[in-house]
């Protein structure tokens, strides 16, 4: 009786088991009804124009009395790398006085129009074509203005010997500046302005101001050294 009964809970337990092994391998009705996955759509990249609705962007950069001159002559080596390169449209508004730049159907990048105004509004602070050229090609590139009096509050004679040693004799100290500091630098009247990266931007403000308070050219010379063999050690 119990070998029967071992024999039939054997034969039960093997029955079950083909039952639920049938039940795994059938196919249920809904599995082959199911639907393959949705490929990942593949969207092509907005142009400048169908970023911003097809709207056309603008610039204006107004041009100061004493900077037309200079733009009448540059305005070719200017024009070029902003219409050819860069695909912004830019024109010189005689009667306002200004640089108008705009978009256009083929520009590829958005940004390019500011970067574009950027370069234009470095020119007209007193910068090289060659050097505000690089505001295009870098990104991390800026220009920052500052005047003497936000600094110290000087007059007279006492202004005009903090510019001549802001400048030194042949503009030597300037030169020595923006050599270690890789910027540049343009000094027009009691106005300061430093193109270059944050950074380097930084250390010739700070080497500016020791001028202005009236450090002496060789204690900052010194102090410059140290600052930027710190920074190529950091690099």
Not at 135 to 143: F, G, K, S, T, W
Not at 145 to 171: M, N, Q, W, Y
Request: net charge positive; aromatic share 6%.
């Amino acid at each position: 009786m119990s070998s029967a009964t071992v024999n039939g809970g054997e034969a039960g337990g093997g029955m079950d088991m083909d039952i639920e092994a049938a039940a795994v391998q059938a196919p249920t009705p809904a599995a082959t009804n199911t639907v393959p996955f949705a490929q990942k759509p593949n969207f092509k990249p907005l142009k400048a124009h169908e970023i911003s609705d097809g709207q056309t962007q603008f610039r204006k950069v107004p041009v100061p009395p004493h900077r037309y001159t200079p733009l009448k002559k540059a305005w070719m080596e200017i024009y070029t790398p902003i219409y050819e390169h860069m695909k912004i449209d830019i024109r010189m508004n005689l009667k306002a006085r200004r640089v108008e730049l705009k978009t256009r159907q083929d520009t590829p990048d958005v940004s390019n129009l500011q970067k574009c105004a950027d370069f234009v509004h470095a020119f007209m602070l007193g910068f090289d074509v060659i050097d505000a050229v690089a505001l295009l090609r870098l990104d991390e590139l800026y220009a920052e203005s500052f005047e003497i009096k936000d600094v110290k509050t000087l007059r007279g004679e006492h202004l005009s010997r903090a510019i001549g040693r802001l400048s030194g004799k042949g503009g030597k100290t300037k030169f020595a500046i923006e050599n270690a500091t890789k910027t540049r630098i343009v000094i027009a009247d009691t106005k300061i302005h430093i193109l270059g990266s944050f950074s380097n931007i930084k250390v010739a403000r700070d080497s500016l101001c020791s001028l202005i308070l009236g450090s002496p050219a060789g204690k900052v010379y010194s102090k410059l050294r140290a600052v930027t063999a710190r920074m190529a050690e950091r690099f």
